[in-house]
């Protein structure tokens, strides 16, 4: 091994470390070990205002979840939230060596700081939260990297991923490539009996209405996203944070409102815009030249994180595949990509320090005014520049036939 790579390896592993011990309020992760914790002992339901750490800290994932979540609660808090992060750390860590090794990135020194620039807070809020963010995001990398290779590895990632969050089948038509459709039924295998071993485990009785408590719980969230979901970064949060005023910042947080629109209309133009986008992304993505694949693998986990319902900035460290593709885009030599694909990446970097200003007022305003989501369509203009012109060949097991 390089000392090279040694050093940058060490560096890492200090940092998960350091990080993992006083980084984490154990915001989200806290409601995932009270949650199943109490829930076990029979002290608190599973779902519901009382649950996790009470309301809004509550536990807001599928009963099949507790089964992973259960071996964690026989620690201390502390310690299992140092486990929790510290095994974050080396799932997204590897899923990112292997994004690199896969899709051939390389990066110049001013690639490389722009791109830590642009990860670095993402990564901190991560951690400081103890989501289960970076797990999904490393899961679902991993099954587009495996999918032609090992379908079998790369279904099962996608499988564990669908059971926190019904989010990660937005990737389904990833799959729907010829030479990647094994992996999508695996996928389909795995779902079913990963949603039906709990029977196993609490009995059919007790998980159908664990199952049942689960969707009404959800439905409950879905239909008053204002109390909860206030400072989303989606499409959808910012259409109704500027253009309606349905959405009550809490105190502290300007309104942003400039418009009065009816919130039912703009909920019908998210799904509209969202529908369109993201069915021209998917046939983009598959009449596009397979030296450009990647770019387009990459690029969806800008639209997974902008288009979906709800969206906090504590979750987006989903953009790590997205900002990897950027850095290396920015990093490449004059005439592989266009410029306004570089200029795009550094505008996002440029916003991404905006975001993180040390004068709160100035960071509340830019959170309400959505500047995620300003981010996240900089990076998706940069990327799509670059998917739209530039071209590479990629090893052979790295390639597919549009369906």
């Known amino acids: 091994m390089k000392i090279k790579t040694i050093l940058v390896v060490v560096v890492i592993a200090v940092l998960a470390i350091l990080s993992a011990i006083f980084l984490p309020r154990n915001t989200d992760f806290g409601a995932y070990w ?3 914790r109490n829930y ?3 002290t608190k339901p599973l779902y519901g205002p009382l649950s996790g750490m009470e309301y809004p800290q509550e536990f807001r994932y599928p009963p099949v979840t507790v089964l992973f979540f259960l071996p964690l609660t026989r620690l201390p808090l502390r310690v299992a939230s140092f486990c929790w992060i510290l095994m974050a750390w080396v799932a997204c860590s590897i899923a990112t060596y292997l994004a690199i090794r896969a899709w051939k990135l390389r990066f110049t020194v001013g690639g490389t700081l722009l791109g830590v620039i642009f990860l670095a807070p993402y990564v901190v809020l991560a951690v400081k939260f103890g989501n289960v963010q970076p797990y999904l995001i490393a899961l679902v990398l991993l099954a587009l990297l ?9 279904g099962l990632a996608l499988a564990v991923a669908i059971c926190f969050k019904v989010w990660p089948l937005f990737f389904a038509p990833w799959l729907l490539l010829r030479r990647r459709r094994s992996a999508l039924y695996y996928a389909g295998g795995a779902t079913a009996v990963l949603w039906t071993a709990p029977v196993l485990f609490f009995g059919w009785s007790r998980y159908l209405y664990l199952l049942q408590d689960f969707f009404t719980h959800v439905v409950a969230l879905a239909s008053g996203p204002e109390a909860v979901w206030y400072s989303s970064q989606s499409l959808r949060g910012v259409l109704l944070r500027l253009l309606t005023r349905s959405v009550h910042p809490r105190d502290g947080y300007p309104d942003v409102s400039f418009a009065s629109l009816p919130p039912a209309l703009m909920v019908d133009c998210y799904l509209v815009l969202s529908i369109l986008i993201y069915g021209y992304a ?20 800008v639209l997974f994180s902008a288009l979906q319902p709800f969206c906090m900035n504590s979750s987006l460290i989903s953009l790590l595949p997205a900002i990897l593709a950027g850095a290396h885009v920015y990093s490449a030599p ?9 200029r795009a990446f550094l505008v996002a970097c ?5 975001s993180i200003s040390p004068y709160l007022p100035l960071q509340r305003e830019v959170l309400m005014l959505g500047i995620d989501f300003w981010i996240m369509l900089a990076l998706a203009t940069g ?7 530039g071209a590479r060949k990629l090893h052979p097991a790295y390639s597919a036939q549009p369906i």
Do not use: C
């Not at 004059?334 to 570089?342: D, E, S, V």
């Open 34 to 36: 009270h949650g199943v």
């Open 40 to 42: 076990m002992n029979g």
């Open 350 to 354: 440029v916003l991404v320090v905006l």
């Open 334 to 342: 004059a005439g592989q990509f266009p410029a306004a694909a570089k």
């Open 146 to 154: 495996f999918a032609e290779t090992h379908p079998g590895w790369s």
């Open 282 to 301: 998917v046939f983009a993505m598959w009449r596009s030249d397979e030296s450009r694949r990647w770019l387009w693998d990459a690029g969806a986990f």
């Open 383 to 389: 990327l799509g520049f670059a998917v739209h012109t």
